[in-house]
């Protein structure tokens, strides 16, 4: 059933997986390559080990160094070629290759992926059906959260963990024109809740505000449509979009979520992926750590799911919550996610630090600044500057934003 997933795994190919051994000369001893842990010979040379899908960088890198390339060849061939054996580097070279055969930067996955985007778009949406729509705050939390499924049968809708659908509400604006679409977080994996391919779920809050001017209260157009649905009703999908907010296809990657509210959606969906769904291309065995950020218990969202992957899978997942209202942080104050990070600067700093960790942060707008408080803290801590790694992660994209 689940074999369509295998759309990223047929990346690896025997290209992809080969490590490549670069002789370098011209790389002097300064500042730069201090920071590096190449080590330079006597005779000039650095041998430094590069896998397949990061040549291209290693060589600009080595170009901003001031080096020049003299030879390639692959890994396993040090004795071959120009006669500028290393064999004493070998060892290192064995474990460099462990080290830097890390998996494909995302962005290259995305390149060979087959990202399935705008199937439908708005003037020709898919019209799905409402198959259940339960409610996902319990007794004394705030507001109301819905998990609302949509059948897919019938369409040709696919769509990948961390993607979004658009949503056309029923009726029209205060112009009498139909109304635009809303985006919502796809909450399912892309087999869906039922194990099927047939279905797309969505974790939607009733937007209710007080009107600034009359305090009147105002409800939401979509998300009053979306958590009011009844089964059987009928909705208009477009999409899907959305490329920021992928899971990296490496089974072996750290996965760091950071969530305020609805923004658990796509790490609902990761984390099904993870641990609840059996895969024979995708057997994750990284860490999976979620920060989640919620006024009062009641309104953690899938709260005994997520605690019961956290109970079964203690290697592999870690659950982290923010009680704001309920919560104190060390400082007497509400309990919010930067404090969290505060509180587990040394472990996460370390985490982002390696070339195979992703974070990702979901939920509402305001929430950024916060963390990057927290992660400021936490490399300041180690003396870095955070403003200029996380502009490093970015280029690496492995640090993914979706806040609304
Ligand atoms: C990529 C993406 C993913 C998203 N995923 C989700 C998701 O998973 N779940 C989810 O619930 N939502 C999600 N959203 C938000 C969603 O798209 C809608 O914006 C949200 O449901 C509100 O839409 P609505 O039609 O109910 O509100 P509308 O009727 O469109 O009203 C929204 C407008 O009300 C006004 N307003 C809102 N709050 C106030 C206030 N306090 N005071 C004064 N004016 C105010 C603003 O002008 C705002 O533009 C996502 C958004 C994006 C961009």
Redesign the pocket.
């Known amino acids: 059933m689940y074999n369509r997933s295998a759309v990223g795994g047929a990346a690896n190919t025997q290209s992809g997986n080969r490590v490549f051994v670069y002789e370098v000369v011209g790389l002097k001893q300064n500042e730069a390559t201090d920071q590096t842990n190449y080590p330079i010979r006597r005779s000039g040379s650095v041998f430094i080990t590069v896998p397949y899908n990061r040549m291209n960088e290693e060589m600009r890198r080595i170009a901003r160094l001031g080096g020049q390339i003299v030879s390639i060849r692959p890994l396993g061939a040090e004795n071959q070629g120009n006669g500028t054996s290393a064999p004493e580097t070998s060892n290192r070279l064995q474990q460099e290759k462990k080290e830097e055969a890390k998996p494909m930067t995302q962005a290259k996955e995305k390149e060979k992926k087959d990202i399935p985007v705008n199937i439908y778009r708005p003037n020709a949406p898919f019209v799905g059906k409402c198959m259940s729509n339960e409610e996902l705050v319990r007794e004394g939390g705030e507001g109301t959260?819905r998990h609302v499924k949509f059948d897919l049968s019938g369409g040709d809708l696919r769509y990948l963990e961390g993607q979004?659908i658009g949503?056309i509400?029923e009726g029209t604006d205060q112009n009498g024109k139909p109304?635009k679409l809303?985006?919502?977080?796809?909450?399912s994996t892309r087999h869906g809740d039922d194990l099927d391919d047939k279905t797309v779920s969505?974790?939607?809050?009733?937007?209710v505000?007080?009107?600034?001017e009359t305090g009147e209260e105002?409800?939401?157009?979509?998300?009053?449509?979306?958590t009011q649905m009844n089964v059987g009703d009928q909705v208009k999908i477009t999409g899907p979009?959305?490329k920021e907010m992928l899971l990296p296809d490496d089974p072996e990657a750290n996965v760091i979520m950071m969530a305020t509210?609805?923004?658990i959606?796509?790490f609902r969906a990761f984390l099904w992926r993870m641990f609840k769904e059996q895969h024979e291309d995708y057997k994750f065995k990284g860490l999976a750590w979620l920060f989640f950020g919620v006024a009062y218990t009641p309104n953690i969202l899938y709260k005994e799911e997520l605690e019961e992957l956290a109970a079964k899978f203690p290697d592999n997942f870690r659950l982290t919550y923010a009680i704001s209202r309920e919560q104190k942080n060390a400082k007497g104050g509400k309990m919010y996610i930067q404090d969290r990070i505060a509180e587990n600067a040394d472990e996460l700093w370390n985490l982002v630090q390696k070339s195979n960790t992703h974070t990702y942060i979901?939920g509402l707008k305001g929430m950024e600044g916060g963390i990057d408080e927290g992660m400021s803290g936490a490399a300041g801590k180690f003396d870095v500057n955070w403003a200029d790694y996380q502009k490093q992660l970015k280029k690496e994209h492995r640090w993914h934003v979706?806040t609304?």
């Open positions: 959260v979004s949503i509400p109304h809303r985006l919502y977080s796809i909450a969505l974790c939607v809050r009733q937007l505000y007080k009107h600034p105002v409800k939401g157009v979509c998300s009053t449509f979306l979009v959305g509210g609805t923004g959606a796509p979901c979706e609304y």
